[in-house]
């Protein structure tokens, strides 16, 4: 098989399956130091966005392994960690055992909404999440509907234009940027290779614009992120352009 495919429209639990199966190798992978991007770009990115917000109680949906919900954790008085890998969240657990105001919920924030709605977050975050949520309108809609009028929504996501270029994929035949696309390929990171495949969506940034519009929220600030020179010398080669996206709405009805 090809390392780098599109493929058929997968749902939760096809997903959840594949980073059952990552999920130990990526907790390896951030907690050696591996992961530079995690560590340097997307956490710091993601904790610039939240400066300011309330943050008394948040939403960390895709909490994966914890490693950002335990972030969160210092600076929130209640994080709820929402995963629907149960070999994520198990390892999520260990991460966050020293943090006692952290509440893990097995599931996808579609399918918890219910029982998110009595106590309405005062902010959200989705760090690299979003690439793998099959019905975006959906996840705005369900979002919308347990966080309160003005909570901040901050998601990183791979840059719609620029990471297709990065892994070479924007060449392929089937590739066309305006399309939504299932993308299958074996997970790495810069510094660590692996050839366990998961499933990334990718979407124009219309699309990311339009359904959360949709939905009520009001696109407050977007960023680009780019390490220092100093720090892409510890990259095998230098960044070119950027390779994700910081976007922070503001739920506004």
Known sequence: ???????????????????????????????????LSFTHVLVPTALKLLTGADLRNVLDVGAGVGEFTRELSTLSDHVTA??????????????????PNVTFVAN??????????????????????????????????????????????VAIITHPWFWPRYWGYDECKWFRYSDEIYIEAPFSISLRKT??????IHRPLETYLRSFK????????????????????????????????????????
């Not at 902010?123 to 793998?132: C, F, G, P, R």
């Open 1 to 35: 098989m090809p390392r780098t495919v599109k493929c058929e429209a997968k749902d939760y639990r096809q997903l959840s399956k594949e980073w059952d199966a990552l999920a130990l190798e990526r907790d390896r992978q951030i907690a050696d130091g591996h992961d």
């Open 82 to 99: 929402i995963e629907p890998s149960r070999e994520s969240i198990r390892i999520a657990k260990r991460n966050c055992s020293s943090a």
């Open 108 to 153: 996808t924030l579609e399918g918890a909404t219910n029982n998110l709605r009595n106590q309405k977050g005062t902010a959200s975050t989705a760090v690299m999440t979003l690439m793998s949520v099959p019905d975006l309108d959906l996840f705005a809609e369900r979002l919308a509907a347990v966080l309160q009028r003005g909570a901040p929504f």
């Open 195 to 200: 050839d366990i495949r998961t499933t990334h």
């Open 214 to 253: 949709k939905h009520g929220f009001a696109l407050d600030e977007a960023v680009e992120p780019i390490p220092s020179l100093a720090l892409q010398k510890r990259y095998p080669s230098q960044w070119k352009y950027p390779r994700f996206l910081g976007l922070r709405w503001k739920m506004e009805s």
